[in-house]
């Protein structure tokens, strides 16, 4: 029996992989190693990277070195999986988030969807009910917000505080003032993409602060695990996609 593909998500922070019916993460190349070291031997290595050339060159040599496999990386084709993408430079958009919408269409298909990444950026890509990927917006993830605001300023904080109505302490006041330019960034984009063909958005979150945002959006969210792996296992599934 073949062995099952090795699928690997090299994101800002993370490494995600998955393996038949088991998901992991990592934090690094040798955690990554040491992860798959027991895994059976796959000619079969699809990845999706968007992290720096030097970490993919070096999951590249690892498997090479270890398993003498060599690694196919997502490109971000015009369509695929009968999802058409309508960013104009097909080399400006990053291929997590072309294997994240495709991934996201296969979860809920033919409905109009909002694919947000919070992570270290906040990503909020349109997907319409047609099969429509219209493109989306980047800006700063939770995280990322506070730091700036740390390292720009001479004396706000970095730290944790609450989400309040009426903040009425410095971290309070940042933490809440982050939330809201989320939640209204996510707001915008649903607005933006039910005029369409004013149909129900469907709001599908993933990523480090997936949680978070879901309990602020009371339960007009969903969250969903490895999504960019799910859109490399349908693009495997199907035979379809560009790779190099």
């Not at 690694?71 to 309508?86: C, F, M």
């Not at 906040?122 to 506070?146: C, H, N, Q, R, Y």
């Not at 649903?190 to 879901?214: H, M, P, R, S, Y």
């Not at 309990?215 to 035979?239: E, Q, Y």
Request: aromatic share 6%; glycine share 8%; net charge negative.
């Amino acid at each position: 029996m073949n062995a099952a593909p090795l699928l690997i998500d090299i994101g800002n922070s993370r490494i995600k992989w998955r393996y038949a019916e088991q998901d992991g993460m990592a934090l690094t190349i040798s955690e990554l190693w040491q992860q798959c070291a027991h895994l059976p031997k796959t000619q079969r290595i699809i990845g999706c990277a968007v992290a720096s050339v030097d970490l993919q060159a070096q999951i590249d040599q690892l498997f090479a070195h270890h398993w003498q496999a060599s690694t196919q990386w997502l490109k971000v084709s015009r369509s695929a999986l009968g999802i058409q993408n309508h960013y104009h430079n097909l080399n400006e958009q990053g291929p997590d988030r072309w294997a994240a919408v495709l991934g996201a269409s296969q979860r809920f298909a033919k409905q109009n969807i909002l694919i947000i990444s919070a992570g270290t950026a906040l990503v909020i890509d349109s997907l319409s009910a047609e099969g429509d990927f219209l493109g989306g917006t980047i800006a700063p993830g939770l995280g990322l917000m506070k730091a700036t605001l740390h390292q720009a300023t001479a004396r706000l904080p970095l730290a944790q505080g609450q989400n309040k109505d009426f903040p009425q302490s410095t971290i309070d006041a940042i933490e809440t003032g982050c939330l809201r330019a989320i939640l209204g960034a996510i707001n915008i984009a649903k607005i933006e993409l039910a005029k369409q063909n004013q149909a129900e958005v469907k709001i599908v979150l993933f990523g480090g602060d997936a949680a978070t945002l879901q309990a602020l959006l009371n339960g007009k969210a969903i969250a969903v695990d490895n999504l960019v792996l799910d859109g490399l296992a349908a693009l495997l599934a199907a035979g379809d996609g560009e790779f190099c």
